[in-house]
């Protein structure tokens, strides 16, 4: 591990925390009440358990996860996690990257500098050591402090495993497996608290919805500790973490993570292109394409902090040597990504122009304006398309007729059945605008020997080409209030009701009163009392005192 | 299950009247008549489902005769080796009773569910794999296999309700890996020592459990049952992880296949998806010979199948949208091409299972695989005449070989009938108009 890479992770992650003894914790106010808890619990998603065992454990262990897919709820697939259920094929998953998350924890090269403490003997227990590596473990999994029941429990776990196979990095890290799978490291389930009359999030759970929000992670030690000192509870308090939280280099993995989603990235495990009629689409160049999208949002969002419109925009991005072969350019580094900006006359600027969007909405052989158009109202203008009807012929594309050359000859035909016409009039007068761009993303000036033409509308906005479309989008007042509606549901995990509309009204006027900047939007979300209110009809279990003291547990140790 | 003690496996086999010490080591574990383990245990049955996206053409795929003996037109003319085994059955309906009918999705749904889902992004009860593991899938190390010949992790019919999901395998290495990795114990192997390792797995798994109660009790009343069933999960896995500390029954027919090492390219290209699933079925059917799963699902493409081909720049699914029909065959001859190959597949996944042998007869003898699709026709999403198969004959409970004409009653007709073969108590199967209890007696014993 190279210093660099064991200096951050040291701040950020695990090594932090030794300094941080468990019993050290501040205990809450006695004013708080028993807590009561929020109506769902929340999955951890494939993103965010890595994200979190790379905070604790550093970025030099492997994880090569592999969860259950869930459900896309609402447009985002992390929204599903409210509703996700662990089957028996789903736990396998859960178990399967357990194993090998704690194995490589534990392995030779990682253990010694992941390790607080050497056991006495390799093939014997010793507890002390087993603790001093459990307790800062378990608070991070769990989001909590063990009570010192836990770690006894935890550290007798671990000591029964380690006799069992006479070895003790192998019976470690069986238990940390073990907590792997356990309900509290892979359920969030927030609880709420009331004080002085007033039913709100305990500062623990507010952590949780601050970290899965801006991190897309379970909270670090130092979020946890705020939690726990009561100090998150205060405006400023809270202010101070989400300045930190947003200055962080892990902002990047939470912003990533939910372009990633809303953009349906996880298609990318699948695309393939026809390989006589596109050779120069590889593999490589589908991993490069969905990266090189990510990348463009990171340093345009979170790097320079800029405009969310202009995304549709700017010619700014990052190319390999196997994408400047789609693109047809040359880059000056070929080893490596490398910056690349197109110049100002080519077609190339934005999202929609990214090899990403194109390939991803096109057939494998061809393109699909409609595909495209689609896409772009779905998913940056929150527009539901309707599907296309049951029992309809759309023959007329494909039968043999010299005279039509292009997508724009083949679907005026088929627009002229009304039962068409109508979806079709939504979609490809948008994705037509793209059609100077091949199945592939490769650039073209014609199809079949006529010239494209690549004018269009989108609503009440015409264009001659594809620059036209990038400015409509960049000016469509519903472009950026779609992001803003995207990324509360994304903060609250549920689904956008017509309740909310108050809340959308304030995060949308705060997004364009800031010039539509994503940290800035995220700070507006992770500062406002809404994103951590309880609704009116939240589900309170009776709980009696003696369950109040088992739920609290953690915080009276 | 019936985990046998080594005392139990040599008692049986003294018992057995008719072993001969001449016998391989591998039979002398059977009885006399090669259809039980020597012990009286009876050879288990099996049960799989097999998926294809898109349907059939009709005019090329439906044999003109029905019942025994029936012909095989040229989209099923793969099946000539397999025919005895399968029954296909025509003429059986989706009907929606008002809810929209959604495009390659209300057809499957209602096949596999026995009711037509609400909406395109619900399943409206569970799957019935699922209901069949509940009966005979507790006994092995895994409850199911889930494969898929598409590459996508999405590609599962496996689901106990919308959001509790069995994901796939995708990838040939992965799923050896998974089935005969490390922890694979040879079921005929002579010796057995309990492994270390998965009896720490078992303990500390029990243990970290043993520490959530208090957790339950963070749970809202929306989320109990969500997380019973985590809990349901989590019991299944001790008692899977307990079989494993205890020597396996043997399994006559277990044959450990060859380490695959090398990863399959990703793609959707007919040939390729061909070659993911014949290899993962030939996995498949060594972890069932070895017995260590009895409920296994396929499915070679998705409902939308966007399976390609080579030189043709749409895939299946557009192909059935913008395809012309040929006026002289009266179809989609590009689309045929896909559903052909499509049959060929299932020619391989039921061949597989009928030459592997086990005791008297094959695997497929003592296993159920019922296949279906989304639709009949694609280029209509025709919820009409929906195919539906069912190959082996589930340790003689079922007849094979026939072609069974439905008269155009619900699909659900068959889903009954494989339950009732699967031994699931059912009396009737099926919401509103896919309400039925008229199993197919023409084809149950």
């Given at each position: 591990m190279n210093m660099k890479a064991k200096l951050f992770w040291a701040s950020a992650g695990l090594l932090g925390l030794f300094a941080a003894s468990v019993t050290a914790i501040a205990e809450q106010k006695s004013e708080l009440k028993p807590a009561a808890v929020l109506s769902r619990a929340r999955l951890i998603t494939q993103p965010q358990y890595v994200n979190t065992l790379r905070g604790i454990f550093g970025p030099n262990v492997k994880y090569p996860v592999v969860l259950a897919p869930m459900h896309r709820v609402g447009g985002l697939v992390d929204v599903g996690a409210s509703a996700a259920v662990v089957t028996g094929g789903a736990l396998e998953r859960f178990d399967s990257a357990g194993r090998t998350v704690a194995k490589e924890v534990l392995d030779p090269s990682h253990r010694d500098y992941i390790m607080p403490c050497r056991p006495a003997s390799e093939k014997l227990p010793d507890d002390a050591c087993a603790r001093k590596f459990l307790a800062p473990v378990g608070r991070l999994l769990f989001r909590r402090a063990l009570s010192e029941k836990e770690l006894k429990a935890y550290t007798e776990i671990a000591h029964a495993a380690i006799i069992e196979v006479g070895d003790f990095y192998t019976g470690l890290g069986g238990t940390l497996s073990g907590m792997l799978v356990a309900p509290e490291f892979l359920y969030v389930t927030p609880t709420t608290e009331v004080v002085r009359g007033e039913n709100r999030l305990t500062a623990r759970s507010r952590a949780i919805r601050l970290s899965m929000l801006l991190w897309n992670a379970y909270p670090d030690s130092e979020l946890l500790t705020a939690a726990e000192n009561g100090s998150l509870n205060t405006d400023k308090g809270l202010a101070k973490q989400v300045d930190r939280m947003l200055a962080s280099p892990r902002l990047a993995d939470g912003v990533r993570n939910f372009f990633d989603d809303m953009l349906v990235f996880e298609s990318f495990d699948t695309l393939t292109k026809d390989g006589k009629i596109y050779p120069a689409f590889t593999t490589q160049v589908t991993t490069d394409a969905r990266e090189q999208t990510l990348r463009t949002i990171v340093a345009h969002l979170?790097?320079?902090?800029?405009?969310?419109?202009d995304l549709f925009t700017t010619r700014k991005t990052f190319l390999t040597n196997d994408l400047a072969a789609i693109y047809g350019v040359a880059i000056n580094d070929p080893d490596r990504w490398a910056p690349y900006e197109f110049p100002t006359d080519s077609a190339r600027g934005g999202l929609l122009t990214q090899v990403s969007f194109l390939a991803l909405y096109s057939h494998p052989g061809r393109s699909s304006p409609t595909r495209r158009g689609r896409a772009i109202r779905e998913i940056f203008l929150c527009q539901k398309v309707p599907d296309p009807p049951p029992n309809v012929d759309f023959s007329a594309l494909e039968r043999p007729d010299p005279t039509l050359k292009t997508a724009r000859d083949r679907l005026n035909r088929h627009s002229q059945n009304p039962v068409c016409a109508g979806c079709h009039k939504i979609t490809d007068p948008i994705g037509l605008a793209l059609e100077n761009f091949d199945g592939a993303g490769a650039y073209r000036t014609d199809e079949s020997g006529a010239v494209i033409d690549a004018s269009g509308a989108l609503n009440d906005a015409s264009f001659k080409n594809v620059k036209g479309l990038e400015e409509a989008l960049h000016n469509n007042p519903r472009t950026p209030t779609c992001l803003a509606e995207r990324m509360t549901s994304y903060a609250l995990n549920r689904p956008i009701e017509a309740a909310d509309q108050d809340l959308l009204n304030y995060v949308n006027t705060k997004f364009a009163a800031n010039g539509y900047r994503v940290k800035e939007l995220l700070r507006v979300i992770a500062t406002d009392k809404t994103f951590y209110a309880v609704p009116a009809d939240n589900d309170k279990p009776t709980i009696n005192k003696a369950d109040a003291e088992t739920v609290t547990l953690g915080r009276k140790s | 299950m019936s985990t046998i003690s080594r005392r139990r496996i040599l008692r049986g086999m003294m018992d057995g009247a008719a072993v001969s010490v001449t016998l391989p080591f591998l039979e002398c574990f059977l009885n006399g008549n090669g259809d039980a383990r020597a012990s009286g245990a009876p050879l288990p049955v099996r049960f799989g489902t097999w998926f294809w996206g898109l349907g059939m053409v009709s005019q090329i795929f439906t044999p003109k005769t029905v019942g025994p003996n029936y012909d095989l037109p040229e989209q099923i003319s793969s099946w000539k080796d397999i025919k005895q085994h399968v029954n296909l059955y025509s003429n059986l309906n989706v009907v929606t009773d008002g809810r929209p009918p959604v495009c390659h999705y209300s057809g499957w749904i209602a096949v596999a569910t026995g009711e037509a889902p609400l909406n395109g992004s619900s399943y409206p009860r569970e799957s019935i794999d699922v209901t069949v593991a509940d009966v005979i899938g507790s006994g092995t190390r895994f409850r199911s296999l889930q494969l898929a010949g598409t590459g996508s992790q999405r590609s599962t019919h496996s689901f106990r309700s919308t959001d509790a999901v069995n994901p796939p395998e995708v990838s040939p290495t992965d799923l050896y890996q998974k089935i005969f990795g490390p922890e694979f114990h040879d079921p005929n192997s002579p010796n057995f020592t309990p492994d270390p390792g998965i009896k720490m797995r078992k303990s500390v798994l029990s243990a970290v459990i043993e520490q959530s109660t208090d957790f339950r009790r963070t749970v809202g009343s929306a989320d109990k049952q969500r997380l019973e069933e985590y809990f349901t999960s989590v019991r299944e896995m001790e008692g899977r992880l307990a079989l494993q500390l205890e020597r396996p029954a043997?399994?006559?027919a277990c044959k450990i296949p060859a380490a695959i090492d090398k990863e399959m390219p990703v793609g959707i290209d007919a040939e390729l998806v061909a070659s993911r699933h014949n290899i993962m079925t030939d996995m498949m059917v060594m972890a069932v010979a070895c017995d260590q799963t009895r409920v296994f699902n396929m499915m070679y493409s998705d409902g939308t199948a966007v399976t390609s081909r080579k030189g043709f720049p749409r895939v299946h699914h557009t192909i059935t949208h913008e395809e012309p029909v040929d006026t002289k065959l009266g179809y989609q001859p590009d689309s045929a091409w896909f559903c052909t190959r499509s049959m060929e597949s299932f020619a391989h996944f039921v061949g597989a299972l009928a030459k592997f042998k086990e005791g008297d007869g094959s695997l497929l003898d003592r296993s159920l695989v019922f296949a279906y699709s989304d639709l009949s026709l694609a280029q209509a999403h025709s919820l009409i005449g929906i195919p539906m198969m069912t190959a082996g004959s589930a340790g003689g409970r079922m007849k094979t070989g026939i072609h069974f004409d439905g008269k155009a009653g619900p699909v659900t007709r068959v889903g009954l009938t494989v339950l009732q073969a699967m031994g699931v108590q059912a009396g009737e199967w099926g919401v509103n108009s896919l309400k039925t209890g008229q199993a197919i007696g023409e084809v149950l014993v």
């Open positions: 979170v790097e320079l902090n800029g405009d969310y419109r | 043997p399994a006559p």
